[in-house]
């Protein structure tokens, strides 16, 4: 009797079911594309988000003016544009506006024939204006006279600084306001308008005569 089971009574093997197949790739591809989109949204998040805010820092203090309100002037002298030499202790008894500019100020560019225009129309014992440029050369000054066609305004030349030193001046323009005494009755930080010389020379002219 053989021993040979019969080809119809061995088991047959089954190859992997297609819808199994199915059933195991589809979830797989749902979990790669999914975690494809949330890194996309990660990176978007990264991008968009805003750096982070450094620490606080601490800024130096900003320099404030030498108060010079109710002290005697200090003589100085300093050459014109003209090429003449202002010595403004020879000027006492009048009200002196002692002006600090530079040409690159646009400030001191709007204030310039303000001041030009308040010089033409005082009487010839009234208040003076002294413009005192900062630390440039004489051609430099000299084009910007040109330029804007001031006139009738003296103009000094602080070429070294020494004088613009002397009064604190850290920011332009300003312009302190002397009564006949020769005392800094008033300094006025920023521009300075027709009104406010008008007004100036009025307060102090008025102690004068009363």
Same mark, same amino acid.
């Given at each position: 009797?053989?021993?040979?089971?019969?080809?119809?009574?061995?088991?047959?093997?089954?190859?992997?079911?297609?819808?199994?197949?199915?059933?195991?790739?589809?979830?797989?591809?749902?979990?790669?594309?999914?975690?494809?989109?949330?890194?996309?949204?990660?990176?978007?998040?990264?991008?968009?988000?805003?750096?982070?805010?450094?620490?606080?820092?601490?800024?130096?203090?900003? &320099?404030?003016?030498?108060?010079? +309100?109710? @002290?005697?002037?200090?003589? %100085?002298?300093?050459?014109? *544009?003209?090429?003449?030499? $202002?010595?403004?202790?020879?000027?006492?008894?009048?009200?002196?506006?002692?002006?600090?500019?530079?040409?690159?100020?646009?400030?001191?560019?709007?204030?310039?024939?303000?001041?030009?225009?308040?010089?033409?129309?005082?009487?010839?014992?009234?208040?003076?204006?002294?413009?005192?440029?900062?630390?440039?050369?004489?051609?430099?000054?000299?084009?910007?006279?040109?330029?804007?066609?001031?006139?009738?305004? &003296?103009?000094?030349?602080?070429? +070294?600084? @020494?004088?613009?030193?002397? %009064?604190?001046?850290?920011? *332009?323009?300003?312009?302190? $306001?002397?009564?006949?005494?020769?005392?800094?009755?008033?300094?006025?930080?920023?521009?300075?308008?027709?009104?406010?010389?008008?007004?100036?020379?009025?307060?102090?002219?008025?102690?004068?005569?009363?």
């Amino acid at each position: 009797m053989s021993d040979e089971i019969p080809e119809s009574a061995q088991p047959q093997r089954r190859g992997i079911s297609p819808a199994l197949v199915m059933f195991l790739i589809v979830p797989l591809i749902g979990l790669v594309v999914a975690g494809g989109v949330i890194l996309r949204q990660e990176n978007v998040i990264r991008a968009t988000q805003a750096p982070a805010t450094p620490g606080a820092i601490t800024l130096p203090p900003m &320099p404030t003016p030498i108060s010079l +309100a109710d @002290t005697p002037l200090v003589d %100085f002298a300093l050459p014109t *544009l003209t090429g003449d030499t $202002v010595n403004i202790g020879d000027y006492r008894g009048r009200v002196i506006f002692l002006n600090f500019w530079a040409t690159w100020c646009v400030p001191c560019q709007r204030e310039m024939p303000t001041l030009a225009q308040f010089v033409a129309e005082q009487p010839p014992d009234g208040a003076l204006v002294f413009a005192v440029n900062v630390e440039e050369p004489r051609d430099v000054v000299e084009g910007f006279v040109r330029e804007y066609g001031i006139s009738g305004l &003296p103009i000094l030349l602080d070429e +070294a600084g @020494t004088v613009s030193s002397q %009064f604190g001046v850290f920011q *332009l323009p300003v312009t302190f $306001v002397i009564d006949g005494t020769g005392v800094i009755r008033y300094p006025k930080y920023g521009e300075i308008t027709l009104q406010e010389l008008t007004a100036y020379t009025e307060a102090l002219t008025g102690e004068g005569s009363s």
